[in-house]
């Protein structure tokens, strides 16, 4: 019988705040994984980015927040929408990402598992 790795589906997660080596801007992710460079083969990252809230007030400018998740061994990845607040692209990117263990993890066969 295959069982699912432990990084199934979850209902909360504790996330985890890092930095951008490139920029210094605030990344997060969760389950122990380094928000500046990770490796595993479910990248789960949330960035930031300075961007015009508003196109006609150039004094708009304020940070934004996107999540992705990303499979490394299909090579798919999913985006989300711009947020201005963390607590909404937390749970949308949790979203993305039990998506992703249910799909890629949960349709495994007893033949790829063994």
Known sequence: MFVLPPDCVKDSVQWTKGYDFMDNSPRYTF????????????????????????????????NFYYGYVRDNEKECANTTKRFKLLKDVKKETLEFFNIYMADFVGNVTKEEAA
Request: net charge negative; proline share 3%.
């Open 31 to 62: 389950e122990g994984r380094d928000p500046q460079s990770t490796i595993e083969r479910f990248q789960v990252v949330i960035y930031t980015e300075r961007e015009l809230e508003f196109e006609y007030d150039s004094q708009s400018r304020r």
